[in-house]
């Protein structure tokens, strides 16, 4: 099986650690809930991820060096 | 009304009503099907009683006192004979009546599993998903439960038969149970053939099997007794038969309102139903409110007969069937004639909310016409919600034919007179503009700048006429409003549909005209892909202070020039204005000095620069390139390869060397354009863009440029050798199929021999037409129009010109040659299996030669399938960007740079994930953003303002108007006024 997360053109998923996610959450003044969703199977997410965490993705951007977004994993 | 102060709406909640409440509101109930008497009064208690509204002006409400139009009407109320119950809420009640215990009416959950259910409905509605799903899985989960958990009940399957009829199925013991028993029982009987036992069964035995009496056994055998479920279980085993079948047991609305009735509320709650607003038997409705007649207005036809609207009918119905069946009833009539008059009144109930259901025949008005019931009012694009709230039709809108004006600037708008004095604009009258507004009311409504109402302080509005427009003038006072007609640089709003982009409306300037069209500059044709074959657009004026200053600080076409989509301009110089600019500074040819100040006559240039030399006749000469650097910014400088091929250099403003054509001024990203509007600004773009149309124009107009038929004609040996290169082609293909028939042909990678032939066939055919175009090519000059116009790419292309004048091609239906026709062939006029080319639509001949007819039937063919295309992908495409726009309409980009939805839930952590604007931003895949030059430009700036801060200030245009522009720029032209324009970067 290929494993889709060392594919070149799927960005850098990361497990933010508490601190990471009251940072984040702090900085945008949003709740937890109002992050976009990845879902729980989803085959970029790290092995040690589950369904409550915040996922910090770092994409290349041409514009922007690089383009960090957050997820919060959920069931389904 | 206008002295009520606004109101926010704190928050409105949705949920059923309360019958009770029905009744509390209602102003009468309903009695009578009729309508009005025979004197045309309304009789009471029918369904246009006085008391649910007025419509009639004049009367006064007998509820509220009010008059038609303020009077909103009020609900009346039918008490229904039976209950019925409410299609809207068919699926709901199925639901309900699966989930719930048809004894007790719990939830068929036990406790820990309506717990889970309780956090998952926190859950969904924390991460705003629909709860819905919620309820369909307790659904689910609830159906599995044979046994109530609470009362131990037995649960049976219920059937819903669209769309309001509910059955409960039962397996219920068959009538001839003796006579199947007995069949089992006896030797070679069902089942015992399967085990092998072919003894008969006696009752003793099976007495013992079953372990009941064996008189009862008897009894059942007999059929005098019938036995009880566990008993009938235990003998299907013994006997291996089925002595059941299902039982449908209709649900009847009143059993369903009564099962209902005993849902407990917690119970409610889990299924993310609030009992409060919602209790589910008012699903089930025992009164029907009956709408006020302002929602179903009568209407008098011109022979004085009264017409009913479509619901008033309907209500007819429902009333008279209410009628029968409350005497039936009384009069004692069997179950079977309650029951039909109870389906009835269901129909017209069901049909009352909506008529379009499957299943159900749609209920007809006497001509035949389906009935335009309460759902038909609202679904749809002719809906109330997409046809009157979203969409409406507006007042102050023109609409008529467009035609091209390329004296305009791309700002304005030219306005027929008719249009002009028909569409006002509010003007507040002060003692600054007092003597304005006397003289647009003096002239009246019909002189055109007119006025057409006015309106005194005290609110009253007074029409101009020419008979009162002298006196009316006379009394105009400040604090008055007057309604003028449009004059010359009003600002209004220019839309073209479909529009697609946010390009399709901007805002023009108007300049009023005679005759009919509205007149447009050509070079704004792009954005609203427009063409004067007949289009028609729409012009709407601005009616107050706040529209027009947005309208002109964004949505002027000067603000609209680079296009979000790409990042370039849309905006720019096309077709002839190319050819134009083309034979300007290609071949950089001379003027002499009347020709020179000719062709810049329609720009702002007046002072021609130094002559670039003198002639053989000692006359001086300006040479093309030299006039079009007129136009440039003076500090300009750029270097780019042209579409024609060759280096474009500009330095200081001055065009060195190269071609100007599609790549430097053109619409869709032309260099020249794009780095001025993004260094210079978008009004010295406007300019720039304005006075290269003219100059274009002119050019052309001095070198005279037109396409006959004669300019596709090539010499008769060029003929010989394009037909050579085609009968090799013929020979090659012919080779090819050989090959094929012999079955020699090896097949490609992934492909079938057949596949194979036709790809072989279709590159050599393709190849014979490219050099049959190469050839025609050599022997066009340079000057040839048709190669103009594609060299400098304003119109059409090489290969446009190859099909005109050596050969057009192979003809394809889906990609593939021509295959479709008769059986194995094309057309009658070639052998059953012929492969060759010119039996598969390749057509050998030229557009100016002409094609034979069976070319002609095949190019027909291709053409068509064209046109199928863009038929099928503007359809598509409409509904993709409908879809599209409902789904992104209301994201929005916060003040911190997020982008976020309504529910402020976070889309994007910062717009586009960069937070740049496309179309402030320059760069492409090849050219990053040049950070250095930004910083030194900055920079630069910042140093010289310092200098001439007072100078630079003073020579800015306001970018408010375009004439208000011309004028300060016409006090002191360039260089001056033209490098201040940009305000960035002048370095002179």
Redesign the interface.
């Known amino acids: 099986m290929v494993d889709v997360s060392q594919h070149n053109l799927v960005p850098e998923h990361s497990v933010l650690d508490n601190g990471g996610v009251e940072a984040v959450l702090e900085d ?4 937890r ?5 990845i879902t729980r199977r989803d085959p970029a997410l790290p092995d040690e991820a589950e369904v409550g965490d915040v996922i910090e993705i770092r ?1 290349d ?4 060096d690089n ?4 997820r919060l994993v ?1 069931d389904s | 009304m206008s002295d009520q102060t606004p109101k926010e709406i704190g928050s409105v909640s949705f949920g059923l009503m309360d019958p009770e409440t029905y009744r509390e509101i209602s102003a009468t109930k309903i009695i009578t099907a009729d309508t009005y008497d025979d004197d045309g009064y309304p009789i009471d208690m029918g369904l246009m009683d006085p008391r649910l509204g007025v419509i009639d002006p004049g009367l006064e409400c007998r509820t509220c006192g009010k008059h038609s139009g303020s009077c909103n009407g009020h609900f009346g109320h039918i008490e229904l004979a039976a209950p019925v119950i409410h299609v809207g809420f068919a699926k709901l009640m199925r639901r309900l009546l699966r989930g719930t215990c048809r004894e007790c009416s719990r939830l068929l959950l036990t406790e820990e599993g309506m717990d889970e259910l309780r956090s998952r409905l926190v859950r969904t509605q924390q991460l705003g998903e629909d709860p819905q799903d919620v309820l369909k899985a307790a659904i689910r989960q609830a159906r599995k439960t044979d046994r109530c958990p609470y009362c131990a009940s037995e649960q049976y399957e219920v059937k819903h038969e669209k769309p309001t009829t509910y059955y409960e199925v039962q397996d219920v013991l068959v009538g001839d149970y003796p006579e199947k028993m007995a069949a089992a029982m006896q030797p070679g009987g069902s089942g015992d053939e399967e085990s092998g036992d072919t003894g008969a069964t006696s009752p003793q035995e099976l007495a013992e099997e079953t372990g009941i009496d064996l008189s009862r056994i008897n009894e059942i055998l007999s059929g005098e007794f019938r036995p009880r479920p566990e008993d009938r279980q235990s003998i299907e085993e013994a006997l291996d038969v089925d002595l059941t079948e299902e039982d449908m047991n209709k649900l009847m609305p009143s059993d369903i309102r009564d099962w209902f009735e005993d849902v407990p509320n917690e119970d409610l709650e889990v299924l993310g139903i609030d009992a409060e607003s919602s209790r589910p038997e008012w699903m089930v409705l025992t009164v029907l409110p009956v709408p006020p007649v302002t929602a179903r207005p009568s209407i008098t036809l011109d022979n004085g007969q009264r017409s009913e609207d479509d619901l008033t009918h309907k209500l007819v119905d429902i009333i008279r069937i209410n009628q029968r069946f409350m005497e039936n009833r009384e009069a004692g009539a069997p179950q079977l004639i309650i029951e039909d008059l109870w389906e009835l009144l269901q129909y017209h109930v069901t049909t009352f909310m909506d008529n379009e259901i499957s299943g159900t025949p749609p209920a007809r008005h006497r001509s035949g016409r389906p009935l335009k019931t309460l759902s038909q009012r609202l679904k749809g694009k002719e809906g109330r919600f997409r046809g009157s709230l979203s969409g409406k039709r507006v007042n102050f809108s023109a609409r008529t034919v467009i035609s091209p004006d390329p004296t305009l600037s791309l700002n304005e708008v030219g306005v027929p007179e008719r249009v002009a004095s028909e569409m006002t604009q509010t003007m507040n009258v002060n003692l600054q503009n007092l003597e304005d507004a006397r003289r647009y009311v003096s002239n009246g409504p019909v002189g055109h700048p007119g006025a057409n109402y006015v309106q005194r302080p005290d609110g009253r509005r007074l029409k101009v006429t020419e008979k009162n427009c002298e006196e009316l003038a006379e009394k105009v006072q400040a604090g008055w409003e007057v309604n003028r007609h449009l004059v010359d640089g009003d600002i209004v709003i220019f839309n073209r549909q479909p529009s697609l982009h946010r390009m399709s409306i901007m805002a023009h300037e108007v300049v009023v005209m005679p005759y009919h069209t509205f007149r447009l500059n050509t070079t704004v044709c792009p954005p609203y892909n427009a063409d004067f074959d007949g289009d028609e657009m729409n012009m709407h004026a601005l009616q107050n202070e706040e529209a027009r200053a947005e309208a002109r600080v964004l949505m002027r076409v000067q603000e609209q020039i680079l296009s979000p989509r790409f990042g370039e301009n849309i905006i720019g110089a096309i077709q002839d204005h190319i050819s134009g600019t083309y034979l300007l500074t290609h071949r950089n040819p001379q003027f002499n000095k009347t020709q020179a100040l000719d062709l810049l006559r329609a720009t702002q240039v007046d002072e021609l620069p130094a002559a670039d030399g003198e002639n053989d006749t000692g006359e001086a000469y300006w040479s093309g390139r030299t006039l079009f650097s007129e136009l440039l910014p003076e500090d300009l400088d750029l270097e780019f390869t042209s579409s024609a091929g060759d280096e474009v250099i500009i330095e200081d403003g001055q065009l060195i060397e190269g071609t100007i054509d599609e790549d430097a001024v053109g619409a869709f990203g032309g260099e020249v354009v794009d780095r001025v509007i993004k260094t210079d600004g978008s009004t010295r773009a406007r300019v720039l863009i304005n006075e290269v149309a003219a100059l274009a124009m002119r050019a052309i107009m001095h070198f005279g440029f037109s396409l006959g038929i004669d300019d596709e004609s090539i010499p008769g040996a060029a003929e010989e050798q394009i037909d050579e290169a085609i009968d090799n082609a013929y020979d090659r293909v012919e080779e090819l199929i050989t090959t094929y028939e012999a079955d020699e042909l090896e097949s490609l990678p992934g492909r079938t021999v057949d596949e194979t032939l036709e790809m072989k066939i279709m590159q050599t055919l393709g190849k014979a037409r490219d050099s049959a175009g190469d050839i025609a090519e050599d022997h066009f000059a340079d000057d040839n129009p048709a190669v103009i116009m594609a060299e400098s790419g304003a119109r059409g292309s090489l290969l446009n010109l190859t099909q005109m004048a050596a050969c057009v091609g192979q003809q394809a239906v889906r990609g593939e040659r021509i295959n479709r026709g008769y059986e194995d062939r094309t057309l009658s006029h070639y052998e059953p299996n012929d492969l060759s080319a010119e039996a598969h639509g390749f057509v050998e001949h030229s557009y100016r030669g002409g094609l034979d007819p069976q070319e002609f039937f095949f190019h027909a063919m291709g053409g068509r399938e064209g046109l199928v295309d863009t038929a099928v992908r503007t359809s598509k495409s409409g509904y993709l960007q409908r879809r599209l726009i409902n789904a992104l309409s209301e994201l929005e980009t916060q003040y911190d740079g997020t982008v976020r939805d309504t529910r402020d839930t976070v889309v994007q952590f910062e717009f586009g994930e960069d937070g740049t604007s496309p179309v402030q931003v320059s760069s492409g895949e090849e050219n990053a953003i040049d950070v250095d030059a930004i910083a030194d430009r900055v920079v630069e700036a910042e140093f010289d303002a310092e200098g001439s801060e007072a100078v630079a200030a003073a020579a800015r245009p306001t970018n408010l108007s375009e004439r208000a522009d011309d004028r300060s720029a016409g006090l002191d032209l360039p260089p001056a006024a033209e490098a201040a324009t940009g305000g960035v970067n002048d370095d002179d």
């Open positions: 945008y003044g949003v709740d809930t109002d992050l976009p969703k994409r951007s041409r514009t922007a383009a960090l977004v957050y959920v």
